[in-house]
């Protein structure tokens, strides 16, 4: 391993780019791994969720090194030594091609606790980046406080930007700015803090050539807005339908008005391989529905609706799902009295449209004719990974919770006998109570990968239950075995 080549290092460190832990170690082979993966760990220094930005006296010592004098004068006043340029291994700025505003202001906050010391000091270093750095990809702008588009090279920078994070809190005049150079943007993603309309962000999107990815989540607390801030994003949203392919949108607090805006432009998203929605209402009639097809969807997950929406999506679909998703919830009413059949459709249209579905949420009543059909689904769908189960009935019914205990130990029949080997998560919510004596049967006939099983119910927590789990652990059969809140389980599992 030690002897491959530059160029086969290379390829391999470039699979490993989010994986920073493996990286740092491969720092520490010989120099050969070293100088070929420092550029792919300084293309997005500030990007590692398993480091504490703020405590990385060493990271901020390297840009500290390439700052002007006057600079680092008063970063010395602080007792911070750092060594001459010349010493420094590397040209580390020189791989860089990402700026994440806060990591960095957390950065420099070590250089100095005086507010115009750190704003000196980022002014510097954005001076210096936008000299030093040979293509700028990633943007990360949330928090900023310097207008980089009118520095000395922005232009030729910002032109290569091909992503860009930011939010609505940062005034409409640094968009303004911004859609000068960056018209080459793929992937937008905004946050929308701030309730008021922001015309900025309608330029900026109104000028984009190349937008693929579009992401805007609400993140405020006022549930009451004096004016509409979506109206002039969606109708700037719908003039680039013909080249996006991944739509995520939260709304929080959307009228009807907004609504409909939205139902409207939605059917001309023909290229769309990820539909992702949240909004806290119903919004599609059966005739809107027959409108939403998209051939190439490969991502579904739309929170608020019933099983019909998601059935109708996925009828309409081209066959390449590989992830549906949602929080079963947030999504299902069971009181309704149609429950029932959407759920027993919901399950054959799965199978009879998703041959190459991956991950998958599903929540159905417990009866024969459920079961049957689950069944089906396991036997076509022979590349599913994961799958989130949920098992319930309308609590009117007075067989309610035996039926929920009872499903348990059919529900683990079924997976024994028909579940495809790529299966390696099943997330169980709900009701789920599996005997000590069935769940060992099952772990027994297991034949697919290590399993990891996530429940919701705490009844595993149980002593008994832990030796079990325990044995299995220790023989392979078992990856992972835990119990987490309802939330969590939902929630992580729709971020796959």
């Given at each position: 391993?030690?002897?491959?080549?530059?160029?086969?290092?290379?390829?391999?460190?470039?699979?490993?780019?989010?994986?920073?832990?493996?990286?740092?170690?491969?720092?520490?082979?010989?120099?050969?791994?070293?100088?070929?993966?420092?550029?792919?760990?300084?293309?997005?220094?500030?990007?590692?969720?398993?480091?504490?930005?703020?405590?990385?006296?060493?990271?901020?010592?390297?840009?500290?090194?390439?700052?002007?004098?006057?600079?680092?004068?008063?970063?010395?006043?602080?007792?911070?030594?750092?060594?001459?340029?010349?010493?420094?291994?590397?040209?580390?700025?020189?791989?860089?091609?990402?700026?994440?505003?806060k990591?960095?202001?957390?950065?420099?906050?070590?250089?100095?606790?005086?507010?115009?010391?750190?704003?000196?000091?980022?002014?510097?270093?954005?001076?210096?980046f936008?000299?030093?750095?040979?293509?700028?990809?990633?943007?990360?702008?949330?928090?900023?406080?310097?207008?980089?588009?009118?520095?000395?090279?922005?232009?030729?920078?910002?032109?290569?930007?091909?992503?860009?994070?930011?939010?609505?809190?940062?005034?409409?005049?640094?968009?303004?700015g911004?859609?000068?150079?960056?018209?080459?943007?793929?992937?937008?993603?905004i946050?929308?803090?701030?309730?008021?309309?922001n015309?900025?962000?309608?330029k900026?999107i109104?000028?984009?050539?190349?937008?693929?990815y579009?992401e805007?989540?609400?993140?405020?607390?006022?549930?009451?807005?004096?004016?509409?801030?979506?109206?002039?994003?969606?109708?700037?949203?719908?003039?680039?339908?013909?080249?996006?392919?991944?739509?995520?949108?939260f709304?929080?607090?959307v009228?009807?008005?907004?609504?409909?805006?939205l139902?409207?432009?939605?059917?001309?998203f023909?290229?769309?391989?990820?539909?992702?929605?949240?909004?806290?209402?119903?919004?599609?009639?059966?005739?809107?529905?027959?409108?939403?097809?998209?051939?190439?969807?490969?991502?579904?997950?739309?929170?608020?609706?019933?099983?019909?929406?998601?059935?109708?999506?996925?009828?309409?679909?081209?066959?390449?799902?590989?992830?549906?998703?949602?929080?079963?919830?947030?999504?299902?009413?069971?009181?309704d009295?149609?429950?029932?059949k959407?759920?027993?459709?919901?399950?054959?249209?799965?199978?009879?449209?998703?041959?190459?579905?991956?991950?998958?949420?599903?929540?159905?009543?417990?009866?024969?004719?459920?079961?049957?059909?689950?069944?089906?689904?396991?036997?076509?769908?022979?590349?599913?990974?994961?799958?989130?189960?949920?098992?319930?009935?309308?609590?009117?019914?007075?067989?309610?919770?035996?039926?929920?205990?009872?499903?348990?130990?059919?529900?683990?029949?079924?997976?024994?006998?028909?579940?495809?080997?790529?299966?390696?998560?099943?997330?169980?919510?709900?009701?789920?109570?599996f005997?000590?004596?069935?769940?060992?049967?099952?772990?027994?006939?297991?034949?697919?990968?290590?399993l990891?099983?996530?429940?919701s119910?705490?009844?595993?927590?149980?002593?008994?239950?832990?030796?079990?789990?325990?044995?299995?652990?220790?023989?392979?059969?078992?990856?992972?075995?835990?119990?987490?809140?309802?939330?969590?389980?939902?929630?992580?599992?729709?971020?796959?």
């Open positions: 391993m030690s002897k491959l080549n530059k160029d086969i290092l290379f390829l391999i460190f470039e699979e490993l780019q989010d994986d920073s832990k493996s990286l740092f170690s491969c720092l520490l082979v010989n120099r050969l791994w070293c100088e070929t993966v420092i550029p792919v760990l300084w293309r997005n220094p500030w990007s590692y969720s398993s480091i504490n930005y703020s405590n990385k006296k060493n990271l901020f010592v390297v840009i500290a090194c390439y700052l002007f004098d006057d600079i680092k004068e008063f970063i010395t006043e602080q007792g911070i030594q750092f060594p001459s340029r010349k010493s420094l291994s590397f040209d580390y700025l020189s791989f860089c091609r990402s700026i994440n505003v990591t960095i202001n957390n950065l420099i906050t070590i250089g100095s606790s005086l507010a115009h010391n750190q704003f000196f000091i980022q002014q510097e270093f954005y001076l210096y936008m000299r030093k750095c040979m293509e700028l990809r990633y943007l990360d702008m949330r928090s900023i406080n310097h207008q980089i588009f009118s520095f000395p090279e922005a232009k030729v920078r910002l032109e290569s930007l091909c992503e860009l994070k930011c939010d609505t809190s940062i005034d409409s005049s640094y968009f303004y911004l859609s000068r150079f960056c018209q080459y943007i793929q992937r937008l993603i946050i929308h803090i701030c309730p008021k309309p015309d900025g962000i309608v900026l109104d000028v984009q050539k190349n937008l693929k579009f805007w989540k609400d993140d405020f607390d006022e549930d009451f807005l004096v004016e509409d801030p979506y109206e002039k994003i969606l109708l700037a949203l719908e003039k680039k339908a013909n080249n996006i392919d991944h739509l995520r949108i709304f929080q607090f009228d009807g008005l907004e609504r409909k805006s139902q409207k432009i939605l059917p001309k023909q290229k769309l391989k990820t539909l992702m929605i949240e909004d806290d209402y119903y919004f599609f009639t059966e005739e809107q529905l027959n409108n939403l097809v998209y051939h190439d969807l490969e991502i579904l997950n739309i929170e608020w609706n019933g099983l019909n929406v998601l059935s109708s999506i996925i009828a309409n679909s081209g066959g390449r799902l590989k992830k549906v998703l949602f929080k079963p919830y947030d999504t299902i009413e069971i009181e009295a149609s429950f029932y959407d759920s027993l459709n919901f399950i054959r249209k799965i199978y009879e449209n998703c041959p190459s579905i991956e991950y998958l949420s599903i929540m159905f009543s417990p009866s024969k004719k459920h079961f049957a059909e689950f069944e089906k689904l396991l036997k076509v769908c022979k590349n599913l990974k994961s799958i989130l189960l949920v098992i319930t009935d309308t609590p009117d019914d007075e067989t309610y919770y035996e039926k929920i205990i009872e499903s348990g130990d059919e529900l683990l029949k079924v997976l024994i006998s028909s579940a495809p080997t790529n299966l390696k998560e099943i997330r169980f919510f709900n009701h789920f109570k005997s000590s004596k069935n769940l060992e049967e099952f772990l027994i006939k297991w034949k697919g990968y290590a990891s099983i996530i429940t119910n705490s009844l595993y927590e149980r002593e008994d239950y832990k030796k079990l789990i325990d044995k299995y652990k220790n023989n392979g059969v078992i990856k992972d075995f835990r119990y987490e809140f309802y939330p969590r389980i939902c929630y992580n599992f729709n971020m796959l």
